[in-house]
């Protein structure tokens, strides 16, 4: 029965009796709040996927659809979702190895090339060696710097050495 005040107001009215916290007839918002969020938890945790983890039977599906039904379909797709990448990751290794394979036979061919022209030194050489090494055509060059005063040098020292 609700509670009544000397004079005659219902509790929770305003101007009825206090609620306890000072304020004639009004509710505390943060109380409300709680509450709500509670009953919300409460919901939460009688929902049934918490009843199915827990080893509990599921309840009627929404919709009217059967249990297991979109469970299966999803299991299916998802196991050849799985088949699928397993395939695809053994493609993208295949190629990966392959690609590492010819990487490493072109660096052992360049490595032994390069070794054989460092020790491949004999006089009057020098300067087809700095040619091979240098980039002469200044369009093709990427570089930021402009290296065009270095570039003529070695030309003017390849075209009139210097004598010792």
Same mark, same amino acid.
């Given at each position: 029965m609700a509670e009544v005040d000397p004079f005659g107001a219902p509790a929770g009215t305003p101007g009825g009796p206090a609620l306890g916290n000072g304020v004639a007839g009004e509710e505390d918002p943060a109380a409300a709040f709680l509450a709500q969020q509670e009953s919300e938890i409460a919901g939460i945790e009688n929902d049934e996927a918490f009843a199915i983890l827990d080893g509990g039977a599921p309840g009627p599906q929404?919709?009217?659809e059967p249990p297991g039904g979109p469970d299966a379909n999803s299991r299916m797709q998802e196991a050849e979702?799985? +088949?699928k990448a397993i %395939?695809?990751?053994?493609?993208?290794?295949?190629?990966?190895? +392959?690609?590492?394979? %010819?990487t490493k036979a072109n660096n052992r061919a360049a490595e032994e090339a390069f070794v054989n022209d460092i020790d491949e030194s004999s006089p009057g050489t020098e300067w087809e060696r700095v040619v091979?090494?240098?980039d002469f055509n200044p369009k093709s060059s990427k570089q930021a710097k402009d290296v065009s005063r270095m570039r003529s040098v070695l030309i003017s020292l390849k075209q009139a050495p210097l004598v010792h």
């Amino acid at each position: 029965m609700a509670e009544v005040d000397p004079f005659g107001a219902p509790a929770g009215t305003p101007g009825g009796p206090a609620l306890g916290n000072g304020v004639a007839g009004e509710e505390d918002p943060a109380a409300a709040f709680l509450a709500q969020q509670e009953s919300e938890i409460a919901g939460i945790e009688n929902d049934e996927a918490f009843a199915i983890l827990d080893g509990g039977a599921p309840g009627p599906q929404p919709h009217g659809e059967p249990p297991g039904g979109p469970d299966a379909n999803s299991r299916m797709q998802e196991a050849e979702w799985k +088949e699928k990448a397993i %395939k695809e990751l053994e493609e993208w290794y295949a190629r990966q190895d +392959e690609q590492l394979q %010819k990487t490493k036979a072109n660096n052992r061919a360049a490595e032994e090339a390069f070794v054989n022209d460092i020790d491949e030194s004999s006089p009057g050489t020098e300067w087809e060696r700095v040619v091979r090494l240098c980039d002469f055509n200044p369009k093709s060059s990427k570089q930021a710097k402009d290296v065009s005063r270095m570039r003529s040098v070695l030309i003017s020292l390849k075209q009139a050495p210097l004598v010792h």
